[in-house]
């Protein structure tokens, strides 16, 4: 029994005498284990006029103390881990979910490089390595159209598990960061408040690196946000897989009636530059008309469209990107909760519109859903740099570049790939918060418009800043300055020594 379990037991046996309780429990170790008992909170106070309960202040034990703490683990925050720790620092990788990957794994998002048509300059770092790393352990199948990998969702929890086992990185699973811990009298931030089933605890760590999608720890340190309003945020999906697909009759449908870019603008209206129109893309949306017609679904499900992706020997269509839904906020427990259930909805009508009229896919079966809703668009903060889509379409340079992305624009109407080799440089700024110091956030929650998001929230480009972050965090704990005040010139030339292209 640790110290604490002694303390706790105390002050619960003292709590029931002073209720007037008197129970006898055998705590002797059996064969059956010891009697366990938690000191339960005393009572919080109500206030009903706020509508707010008042915790009673509680001891909150400390789990772990890093130098880099990364809270998320998805394409943003394992870059960020595994750069921090390659440049040296002490760093724990913290994530409310039991594996690594964020979209990639939880929702089940396996196109990390899809806009990789012929001609693209690629970012170069953590997000190709990856890729390379997953089709090297047999964990990825080629994209239909380029020379991109569709990452198998599930065996990306084990290609991660790698990465972060081979680092030093020490990871925690299963842990949600609820609250952050400032300094005394100052703007820095010294930890975070966690929930997990062992309780309310504590990490502290020297620097934070907020890879949350939605940047939480910005948003409880009081950093300044940006949300798309509810009716133009970009909508959330409910990504799921199919059994028994007949791959070899699915691919000859698709051979006869083949979709371009062109063919997304009948579900949705978007701006592209031309070039996009006459390339080939895995889509479907009017086998969802067809099957309205039929009387098979029904009208409502106008939103059904979108991508299809791998298609295994074994008869698996993965990532089925069909089912989206607008006007819900990830950051609102209701929503989500209300999303989860329609998702499912709307996704069991798609999977019966292609049964139906989809060669191939007549003895498909539902394998399963992602994990979770997909979730495209939420908190922004607002940064030292803020991007904006002017930066993105016409190549922008920064003096303070943690890498390069392509010109790949893909939301709010607007379609551009990067076919004709054109990329803008990625600030250090649109990762740091103006009001918060030692904390850096990487991601689809870093600064800027809604259509340089469009750019910043794929993937590929979620490893650039999460890479830049890292090394960032690292360098600033070596230089002995803020996250606020690092010496960029320090944190460039670690990034390329990590072999990243900057310019
Ligand atoms: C349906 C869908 C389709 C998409 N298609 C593509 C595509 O084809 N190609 C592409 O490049 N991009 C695509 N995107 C966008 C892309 O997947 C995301 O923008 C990207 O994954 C964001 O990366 P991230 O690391 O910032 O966040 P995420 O991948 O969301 O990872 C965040 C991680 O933080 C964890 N977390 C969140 N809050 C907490 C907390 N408080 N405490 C602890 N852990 C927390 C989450 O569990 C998660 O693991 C798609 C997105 C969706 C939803």
């Not at 940047?215 to 949300?227: E, F, T, W």
């Not at 009017?286 to 017609?293: I, T, V, Y």
Request: glycine share 10%.
């Amino acid at each position: 029994m640790t110290d604490q379990d002694k303390y706790t037991g105390r002050v619960a046996r003292m709590i029931q005498r002073w209720a007037g309780k008197r129970i006898t429990v055998n705590r002797k170790t059996t064969d059956e284990g010891q009697v366990l008992q938690h000191t339960p909170p005393a009572p919080g106070e109500m206030d009903a006029e706020q509508g707010v309960y008042i915790e009673p202040p509680k001891a909150l034990p400390i789990l772990a103390e890093c130098e880099v703490l990364v809270v998320g683990a998805g394409p943003a925050g394992l870059s960020a881990a595994l750069a921090a720790r390659r440049a040296g620092a002490d760093v724990v990788l913290l994530e409310r979910f039991g594996c690594f990957g964020g979209v990639i794994t939880t929702v089940g998002m396996e196109t990390l490089a899809w806009y990789r048509y012929e001609g693209t300059i690629e970012s170069e770092g953590i997000g190709v390595e990856m890729e390379r790393r997953a089709a090297a352990m047999g964990g990825a199948i080629k994209w239909p159209y380029n020379d991109s990998e569709c990452l198998d969702a599930d065996f990306f929890k084990v290609v991660a598990d790698h990465l972060v086992r081979e680092s030093g990185i020490r990871p925690i699973l299963h842990c949600y960061a609820v609250d952050v811990i400032f300094e005394p009298d100052s703007n820095r931030l010294k930890g975070i408040v966690t929930e997990s089933k062992s309780g309310r605890q504590v990490v502290l760590a020297k620097r934070i690196i907020d890879c949350t999608g939605d940047a939480d720890i910005a948003h409880l340190a009081g950093a300044s946000y940006r949300k798309t309003p509810k009716d133009k945020m970009l909508g959330v999906t409910t990504v799921f897989n199919a059994s028994g697909v007949d791959k070899a009759r699915f691919l000859e449908y698709t051979e006869q009636q083949p979709a371009t870019y062109a063919d997304w603008s009948r579900t949705w209206e978007q701006e592209t530059t031309g070039k996009e129109d006459v390339l080939r893309s895995p889509y479907l949306d009017k086998e969802f008309e067809q099957a309205r017609e039929l009387g098979v679904i029904p009208a409502h499900t106008t939103n059904l469209g979108g991508s299809w992706s791998a298609l295994t020997e074994a008869g698996e269509a993965t990532n089925l990107n069909l089912a989206h839904m607008q006007g819900y906020d990830s950051t609102d427990v209701m929503d989500l909760t209300a999303a989860e259930m329609q998702g499912r909805q709307e996704a069991l009508y798609a999977l019966t519109a292609l049964k139906s009229v989809v060669p191939g896919f007549e003895k498909a079966k539902l394998r399963n859903f992602g994990m979770t809703l997909g979730v495209r668009d939420s908190r922004k903060i607002i940064g030292r740099t803020n991007l904006t889509g002017e930066d993105v379409r016409n190549q922008a340079k920064f003096p303070d570049s943690i890498g390069i992305f392509p010109e790949f624009i893909d939301g709010y109407n607007v379609l551009i790939l990067p076919s004709t080799g054109r990329y803008f440089e990625v600030p250090y700024g649109c990762m740091v918060p103006l009001e918060v110091d030692n904390l850096l956030v990487a991601g689809r929650c870093v600064a800027g418009d809604m259509v340089s998001h469009a750019a910043m929230r794929n993937m590929m480009a979620c490893t650039v800043t999460g890479q830049g972050a890292g090394v960032a965090a690292a360098v600033s704990l070596r230089q002995g300055s803020t996250t606020a005040d690092v010496d960029l010139a320090g944190v460039q030339q670690e990034l390329e020594k990590q072999g990243v292209r900057l310019h």
